[in-house]
């Protein structure tokens, strides 16, 4: 059944239904703010609390209690007044505070007061040699699939890369009874020196005794293998093998399955295509907002909450939702701001969220290997371009991304650049010896995500709109 919004203006707008949209929307509508929350996945939770409503794995340890905590936040938008639709793709959103989003084969469009984008991460692209190969997929991919459907691997699997999600992973396919041959683990020792100065923060946080015990249980079941360096898959048309160095020996394993991850980033197209200011970060090597203490960003009336606004975990991204609404309705509704809890509570809570993070982001920095390949390693996967292209197309004067989508249509697929974006910018930063800010990324603009034609002609028209395009 296809759900319209039922007005076409509201308050409040909430885009994505994860950790920070369901804060977010649920904070808003308590206020008594007309709320309106868009999510193109089939039920809430984003990718952290994903099918946290309809998850077949009911055993609460298999998936940890952190992800039960998005039933409470579900349940919280639930009792609110918010007005929640699932399956919405939300194609544009402009500076006059205009949303054009698609639901269920129809576009239409919405005004509002006051914006927040909750669009959360996506999984840091991973460029390696076969890492198009049937068989290798992201960590995340996997994490969907157990989540939503109990499914874990059954075949020969081999996990690569570093992060905090690689291992909470790696314990989830475990317990479910799936199979892992091997840990391969990215990390560079020199990051262990380099994150040391943060370890008190980390060491005082929740992070810390979840992560010790988390790795604890998956290496007193999987060889984990640490120091890897020259990541590598192959197979002629599927994968058949995985390829690495470690203490200066190359090995070589055979797989069925690969799962690559080295950490996540902000998921920014919808924002940037709003005309929103970005920078680069390099700590987190990746586009972040320019944002205000209340999340609000350059475009006024918009904010962006969760990890849409900076790598910060779930926990941030609950705070970061409230702190957004709240500002909007400090803006909208000042009466009604005094029934929340106060803007000054929320940022200790936000503090207290973050707390370690520093060491996480420094401890499980990619290496410059894992994120700027070289040859004929595939760059962007929908237009199959190779490393050696893009660095051909710098030598004959392409100056930046924008310039190259001329010589190579990079990032003009399907993704949109998503899975290409970051890796296009270091690779030319690099080839041409300037800065990532220097170099820039993508020029984004409407639609963000791919929609039909038949889509855009069921947008609902005037009879001034026909009138201008058809002749009497």
Not at 323 to 338: F, G, K, M, S
Not at 339 to 350: E, G, H, I, N, V
Not at 409 to 436: F, N, S, W
Request: net charge positive; hydrophobic share 45%; charged share 20%.
């Amino acid at each position: 059944m296809t759900v319209a919004p039922k007005r076409e203006d509201y308050d409040v707008v909430v885009i994505g239904a994860g950790p920070a949209g369901l804060a977010a929307a649920a904070t808003s509508a308590e206020a008594g703010l007309s709320t309106l929350l868009l999510d193109e996945n089939i039920g809430p939770g984003g990718q952290v609390f994903r099918a946290i409503a309809s998850t077949p794995v009911t055993d609460r340890n298999q998936l940890g209690a952190d992800y039960w905590v998005g039933a409470d936040l579900v349940k919280s938008l639930r009792a609110s007044n918010a007005e929640v639709i699932h399956r919405a793709t939300v194609w544009s959103l402009d500076r006059n505070l205009d949303i054009a989003v698609s639901i269920g084969g129809a576009s239409a469009f919405v005004k509002a007061k006051r914006v927040i984008l909750a669009t959360g991460a996506l999984e840091r692209p991973f460029p390696i040699p076969g890492w198009t190969l049937p068989g290798v997929m992201t960590a995340g991919a996997a994490q969907t699939m157990l989540k939503s459907s109990a499914l874990v691997p059954d075949g020969r699997t081999v996990i690569g890369g570093q992060g905090p999600l690689l291992w909470l992973l790696a314990a989830q396919i475990l317990r479910l009874g799936g199979r892992i041959d091997r840990i391969l683990d990215t990390t560079e020792r020199g990051n262990y020196f380099a994150a040391l100065p943060h370890a008190f923060a980390f060491l005082t946080s929740p992070y810390f005794a979840k992560g010790l015990s988390m790795m604890r249980e998956v290496k007193a079941k999987v060889q984990v293998v640490s120091g890897v360096t020259e990541l590598a898959a192959s197979g002629d048309g599927q994968l058949a093998g995985v390829s690495y160095v470690a203490g200066g020996k190359r090995e070589t394993i055979p797989a069925d399955l690969l799962l690559l991850h080295q950490g996540v980033v902000p998921n920014v197209n919808l924002a940037m295509s709003a005309g929103i200011e970005h920078r680069w970060d390099d700590l987190q090597l990746c586009w972040s907002p320019v944002l205000d203490a209340s999340c609000g960003s350059s475009v006024a009336g918009i904010a962006i909450a969760g990890d849409g606004a900076g790598i910060g975990g779930a926990n941030a991204a609950v705070v970061r939702g409230r702190i957004a609404a709240r500002a909007a309705v400090e803006a909208l509704a000042p009466a009604a701001a005094a029934k929340l809890a106060p803007m000054a509570t929320l940022r200790s809570d936000l503090a207290k969220a973050e707390r370690g993070r520093l060491f996480l982001d420094t401890l499980f920095r990619p290496a410059p290997q894992f994120r700027i390949p070289s040859g004929d390693t595939i760059v962007c996967r929908c237009e199959e371009v190779t490393a050696k292209d893009v660095l051909d197309s710098v030598a004959i004067g392409a100056t930046g991304p924008n310039q190259l989508k001329a010589y190579r249509r990079t990032g003009m697929g399907p993704c949109q650049g998503r899975l290409c974006g970051l890796t296009v910018t270091e690779l030319m930063a690099q080839a041409r010896g300037k800065t990532p800010q220097e170099i820039g990324y993508y020029r984004l603009r409407a639609p963000v995500k791919p929609i039909t034609l038949a889509e855009l002609a069921a947008v609902p028209k005037s009879e001034a709109d026909v009138k201008a395009v058809v002749r009497g």
